[in-house]
């Protein structure tokens, strides 16, 4: 039985580009091991994201942007609600994303970050970590492009000062009166490009896979699960699949503990036209509209009830 590819980036990209994609057309996920974020600065990360987690509420809510979609500082537990789904999921969230001057083109599309004064390290952490992420999506992009059969380099135009998010993501131990049909992230798709998630060795990720099994995704310590995006999967004209994805409940003692992982959602430039691709289009194969990206995002926004 086939199963979720692991691929190491510390091998040549035209010797993994097909295995990747073919676990993105199969499955909308892939393992992806010897990427550029360095162990040390992982551990950082985790230990001042449950510092943060650890404050007061009142503290935290202090970091809350009324009106500001979630996309910066403090999102608090029981905001976000997935896709259709009728209850809001069990976690609650920090946003870093990008920083750009105020005379840059894109900047009206990206609000400035804030940052927690009660932890000093925090903004030089996540500023590097953030760094990190987006050399790792590069590559990984890079080995979709050789799988398309494109230039390695095709997607750096497209993502190059892209509204990328970076979420630090807490799901606090489970109350006694968690409300039915509550989970700790409803199933959904990403909206993005592609999702680097760490944290995800903890049993609870789930992919639905074609046959409508739910599948547990659960990378080794220090890896990274990879998945597709609800707009590389338009790009793509759904030869690439966003897969709808979820984490549930844990039984026995691990409901009694937080669960803590990191999402990055890479995305591209708010400019950036999605337009499926000629090579992805068979004949007779009517595809999506081209949109751009800022208007795709705002679009998935409300629906998830982040933005009005």
Not at 62 to 85: C, L, M, N, S, V
Not at 92 to 118: D, I, K, Q, T
Not at 202 to 220: F, H, M, Q, T
Not at 264 to 270: E, G, I
Request: proline fraction near 8%.
């Amino acid at each position: 039985m086939e199963t979720i590819a692991t691929i190491s980036l510390a091998r040549p990209l035209e010797e993994v580009a097909d295995e990747l994609g073919r676990s993105f057309a199969e499955y909308g996920f892939a393992i992806v091991r010897d990427h550029t974020i360095g162990q040390d600065l992982i551990d950082r990360a985790d230990a001042l994201a449950r510092q943060f987690f650890a404050l007061p509420a009142e503290t935290k809510r202090e970091y809350h942007i009324e009106g500001g979609g979630g996309a910066r500082g403090y999102t608090p537990f029981g905001t976000e609600i997935a896709k259709d789904a009728e209850v809001h999921d069990l976690k609650e969230f920090w946003h870093v994303g990008r920083s750009l001057p105020e005379s840059h083109p894109l900047s009206r599309y990206m609000s400035p970050n804030v940052w927690p004064a009660e932890i000093p390290e925090f903004r030089e952490t996540f500023e590097e970590l953030f760094g990190e992420f987006e050399k790792t999506g590069s590559l990984v992009l890079s080995a979709v492009a050789l799988h398309l059969g494109l230039d390695a380099d095709w997607f750096e135009p497209s993502i190059e000062d892209g509204n990328s998010v970076m979420r630090l993501l807490h799901y606090p131990p489970l109350p006694a009166d968690v409300p039915p049909g509550a989970v700790r992230a409803a199933a959904h798709g990403d909206i993005n490009t592609i999702t680097l998630l760490l944290g995800a060795e903890e049993a609870g990720l789930e992919l639905l896979d074609r046959k409508g099994r739910w599948i547990p995704v659960s990378p080794p310590p220090g890896a990274l699960a990879v998945n597709v995006g609800d707009m590389l999967d338009r790009l793509t004209n759904g030869k690439l699949r966003s897969t709808t994805h979820r984490v549930v409940n844990p039984a026995g003692e691990a409901a009694s503990r937080s669960r803590y992982s990191m999402p990055f959602f890479l995305h591209f430039r708010p400019d950036f036209l999605i337009e499926p691709l000629d090579q992805c289009i068979e004949p007779g194969e009517t595809p999506e509209p081209p949109i751009l990206a800022h208007d795709y995002l705002m679009q998935r926004l409300r629906e998830i009830g982040l933005i009005q």
